[in-house]
């Protein structure tokens, strides 16, 4: 099943020794299942002003929160999470637009 790859990214700010704020990135790629959201979810999405993109369906011990998703070269925002069972976590993803 889980035969696709996406790279998960975890923004971190933190001060650094000389007092100012640097945000640094922790990127894990892992393997999942891509498929496009339901109409539903799709029209369900746009009434509350985003654009749903993706389902991406990943381990659930894989995933810890990380909001921002690269896939195939574009950048994604992770708008909402689903567990469809103890196993796998569906990620629900927006395309980030100027990233």
Not at 13 to 28: C, H, L, S
Not at 38 to 50: D, L, M, T, V
Not at 58 to 63: G, K, L, N, S, T
Request: a negative charge.
């Amino acid at each position: 099943m889980l035969d696709d790859q996406i790279t998960l990214r975890k923004l971190t700010a933190a001060k650094r020794p000389d007092g100012i704020m640097a945000t640094t990135t922790e990127d894990t790629t892992i393997f999942c299942d891509v498929s496009s959201v339901s109409a539903s979810e799709f029209f369900a999405a746009g009434q509350n002003g985003i654009h749903a993109e993706f389902r991406f369906t990943v381990w659930a011990d894989e995933y810890s929160g990380q909001q921002d998703v690269l896939y195939l070269g574009k950048a994604y925002r992770v708008y909402r999470t689903y567990r469809p069972d103890v196993d796998h976590i569906e990620l629900y993803v927006e395309e980030r637009i100027g990233v």
